[in-house]
């Protein structure tokens, strides 16, 4: 049944704005893809998530870490590497996919903080979102 998820990981590891044509191949038409920014269905709508991010950042590409897979669901660790105003950033996050019986992804969730993996690394915001991750965390002696 998760035949398809190693070929799908190889193609995110690869994923340029020329193998995004490929969407379809893994995900079906009516794909659920969210993410803390994005919440989508269908292959047209996630292509438009993957090229929005070719436009944006520079040199976007996941490293894919580890794997755990039952039946037809698996969850994938990953980092996400980008280039935003000369400042290189990595996300690290993990996807649950959800397969259905031919094999294609039904169900695309990305977990990330964005508020420790991105924006309290940017200039501006960051600075009241550190003060607010000091102010809350528990110290611990």
Sequence with gaps: MIDKLEPLLTWYAALTPHNLHRTAEFYAVDAHFRDPFNDVRGVGAIE???RHMFEHTDHPHFVIGERI???ERA????TFVCTLRGHTYEIAGGTHFHFNADGLVTLHRDY???AEELLQKLPLVGAPIRWLRRRFAVKVD
Excluded: R
Excluded at 75 to 78: M, N
């Design 69 to 71: 897979v039952q039946a």
């Design 48 to 50: 438009a998530i993957l």
């Design 75 to 78: 969850f994938v660790t990953w």
């Design 112 to 114: 990330w903080d964005a």
